[in-house]
């Protein structure tokens, strides 16, 4: 701690980025908002000080000017645009964006073709098994092999309604610490937070739905008939596929995709922020 007294009867105080003039101004800097306690002792000794170097100061105004001025600052956070926000208007931008994108990207994925009409996400021939595609298509054998293709991503579109209620609920468990931290992260940070907090929990509560329509669509049938062509073929050999554990993983996969596109768009466009507490939290 370092202290130096300026003409004209500044008083500066190195404190990490806190200072104090005599007027009881007080400002800080990028301090973590869990010392919040700390800082509140801090404002006391300051106080103290300011009474030792500049006894002219010290009265009852001044005491609950500077006070007042150090916890309402404390209790403030900026977003991107500067503007001051509660820890409740952080949290509920973030979660407003996040539920806004939900019900888009699921209104995308679950269409006719949501996910084989896009290359983003669509699912393709598992890699394990892509052998099984090239012999194929090298003998005529194409459409099995096709047909399979398009009952994943059928099967996928069919399941995507069922993931909304899982992602919702990931992004209500989010707290202030995590959304200030994706607030000014990268365009897809909240997507890839939630992403890494949740996939696990998702995959295991989406995958009986993903298991019905694989069957419902005729994923599993489709599977067969192309393994049944390949097996025909002398001293063919493949390896074995869990298709509900590649067809769950890709769809959900593809719906963290979407979500991100559409988190970016909230934050890199202003005509993306359809209500005013996503302008407050993300700029107008």
Request: proline letters at 4%; a negative charge.
């Amino acid at each position: 701690m370092q202290l130096d007294l300026y003409d004209k009867g500044i008083i500066y105080f190195d404190f990490s980025a806190l200072y104090v003039d005599c007027c009881g101004v007080l400002f800080l800097g990028n301090m973590n908002m869990k010392e919040g306690f700390m800082k509140y002792k801090l404002v006391l000794l300051l106080m103290f000080v300011s009474f030792v170097f500049n006894p002219a100061i010290g009265n009852a105004q001044f005491l609950d000017n500077l006070l007042q001025k150090g916890m309402d600052t404390l209790s403030e956070d900026k977003s991107p645009t500067g503007m001051s926000l509660s820890e409740d208007s952080i949290i509920s931008g973030l979660k407003e964006a996040l539920e806004i994108g939900v019900g888009k990207a699921i209104s995308q994925t679950s269409n006719l073709n949501g996910y084989e009409g896009n290359p983003k996400i669509k699912i393709p021939m598992p890699e394990k098994i892509q052998n099984v595609a090239d012999m194929l298509g090298t003998i005529g054998l194409q459409k099995p092999v096709d047909d399979f293709v398009l009952s994943m991503n059928r099967a996928a579109e069919a399941a995507s309604p069922k993931a909304k209620d899982y992602l919702l609920n990931a992004v209500k468990n989010m707290n202030f610490e995590d959304a200030k931290n994706v607030l000014n992260g990268g365009d897809t940070a909240a997507t890839e937070y939630l992403k890494e907090k949740t996939f696990n929990d998702i995959f295991g509560a989406f995958k009986p739905t993903v298991s019905e329509m694989v069957n419902k669509v005729g994923v599993t049938s489709n599977y067969k008939e192309m393994m049944g062509k390949f097996s025909d073929i002398p001293f063919a050999k493949a390896e074995s596929l869990d298709l509900d554990n590649y067809v769950t993983d890709r769809a959900i996969t593809g719906l963290f995709v979407m979500l991100g596109e559409e988190e970016k768009n909230i934050r890199t466009n202003p005509q993306a922020r359809v209500t005013d507490l996503l302008k407050n939290v993300f700029g107008n």
